[in-house]
């Protein structure tokens, strides 16, 4: 491609290449795809942006991003054989959508800090739902129950804290865990024990609501983490010729330790 084409440009020959394949005569696995057998590529390759994301693979993250926006142009390419809407109109709705959202850089609105963009984004979305009759019934309608249970217990508790059903400090919600905690001691069943971890998990994720923090990134973090280290142990026990499995605790548990230093 001419190094002087524009953004638009190679937008719309990603578009083509998208219409090419889904045409006669054009690939046989792109033209037996549907909505429904695309969403794991979906998914898929929105994990793997977080991964590049993760690793600070810039390169791949370019590549991954690639990989991303042709998810969103091959429903549009399904949607458009089907006359239901055109990629036009996905731009579209983006572009009036973020300068409707943002009076406060493209209007008169105001807001002067991130949480009073967010509070104004939220007012805007509950409005736009209900010209539209989509208002959910009730408040936690409006979270899908297909995410992630991470994401989805992130969501609900913050749409149940802005309505006032919260703790009043995060002391509150540790203290919470610890009762969830002995709850769980106590309990014999498999299904109360399930219960309980759930509860557990639930706490968890107001903790990290009250601090700031990510649950589903703070996991992610962890699982990287815990990957790398346990990629030093079997690395050092390889070289004494043995796997994990003819290994023991005591001598993996001084590799593991050796492997936190490391990681400083």
Known sequence: ?????TTGERFERLVQIMARLRAPGGCPWDREQTFDTIKPYTLEETYEVLDAIDRRDW???AEE??????????????????????????????????????????AEGDAKTPADVKRRWDEIKRDEKKERGEE??????????????????????????GAGFDWQNVTQVIDKLHEELEELGRAREPSEKEDEIGDMLFVI??????????????????????RRRFGYLEAKLAERGRAPEESNIDEMEALWQEAKRRDG
Do not use: C, W
């Open 205 to 226: 994720v107001n903790i990290a609501r009250f601090l700031s923090v990510d649950p589903e990134q703070a996991l992610r973090r962890t699982n990287a983490k815990f």
């Open 65 to 106: 991003l690639g990989d991303f926006m042709l998810q969103a142009v091959f429903y549009a390419t399904m949607a458009a054989e089907q006359g239901l809407f055109r990629i036009d109109d996905a731009l579209e709705a983006i572009n009036e959508k973020l300068i409707r959202r943002h009076p406060h850089v493209f």
């Open 136 to 161: 959910p019934k009730t408040l936690l309608a409006a979270v899908p129950r297909n995410m992630p249970a991470l994401v989805e217990a992130q969501q609900i508790a913050s749409k149940a804290a």
């Open 59 to 61: 390169r791949a993250l």
């Open 1 to 5: 491609m001419h190094p002087n084409n």
